[in-house]
T-cell receptor, first 115, second 114 residues
Framework: AQSVTQPDIHITVSEGASLELRCNYSYGATPYLFWYVQSPGQGLQLLLKYFSGDTLVQGIKGFEAEFKRSQSSFNLRKPSVHWSDAAEYFCAVGAFKAAGNKLTFGGGTRVLVKP | EAGVAQSPRYKIIEKRQSVAFWCNPISGHATLYWYQQILGQGPKLLIQFQNNGVVDDSQLPKDRFSAERLKGVDSTLKIQPAKLEDSAVYLC????????????FGPGTRLTVL
């Protein structure tokens, strides 16, 4: 069975500083990997996804993530954080299915942005 | 394009009462998902529909939870009777239906069981 670990429950970063969120996964085959963001009272919004090909994936809002098979990791990065990036971030691994894919989420990392 | 709609947004009930949540997916999306998100945790898949058929309900507590998608469009998730540990946000998501498709999430229904 697949699983996702996000080691950092909370991260505080200053506005304008860089951000890196860690994600480690366990899956028996080539994974589909996702990063979602959830703002208070909102549903989840997809930031980026990895299916195959280039291991450095660009997403929305200036985010990128790098897939490292040898480390079973898919860390999310942003070079310069804005106050609006304060939210909860979830990494997920998707299992192939004939109809859609089954997502298993990590526990999330809450990002606080200091002015 | 309209997103995934859910109602109600908030619900407070007493334990042992019943409750129902409604979801209308993005038009044309064949696959619909219900997730449970307990405070401080990531979402957990409860049930997945492809059109009006169940693809995966392995994590649905079937003694108290039920879900249907009779016409292959909107869906209802019911809890009867509710327990304190059912307090959570219930998220609905939809996707076109292929394994590479992105899931699009609704705003969720926050359930509090007293």
């Amino acid at each position: 069975a697949q699983s996702v670990t996000q080691p950092d429950i909370h991260i505080t970063v200053s506005e304008g500083a860089s951000l890196e969120l860690r994600c480690n996964y366990s899956y028996g085959a080539t994974p589909y990997l996702f990063w979602y963001v959830q703002s208070p009272g909102q549903g989840l919004q997809l930031l980026l996804k990895y299916f195959s090909g280039d291991t450095l994936v660009q997403g929305i809002k200036g985010f990128e993530a790098e897939f490292k098979r040898s480390q079973s990791s898919f860390n999310l990065r942003k070079p310069s954080v804005h106050w609006s990036d304060a939210a909860e971030y979830f990494c997920a691994v998707g299992a192939f299915k004939a109809a859609g894919n089954k997502l298993t989420f990590g526990g999330g990392t809450r990002v606080l942005v200091k002015p | 394009e309209a997103g995934v709609a859910q109602s109600p947004r908030y619900k407070i009930i007493e334990k042992r009462q019943s409750v129902a949540f409604w979801c209308n997916p993005i038009s044309g999306h064949a696959t619909l998902y219900w997730y449970q998100q307990i405070l401080g945790q990531g979402p957990k898949l409860l049930i997945q529909f492809q059109n009006n058929g169940v693809v995966d309900d392995s994590q649905l507590p079937k003694d108290r939870f039920s879900a249907e998608r009779l016409k292959g469009v909107d869906s209802t998730l019911k809890i009867q009777p509710a327990k304190l540990e059912d307090s959570a946000v219930y998220l609905c998501a939809s996707s076109p239906g292929r394994d590479t498709d992105t899931q699009y999430f609704g705003p969720g229904t926050r359930l509090t069981v007293l």
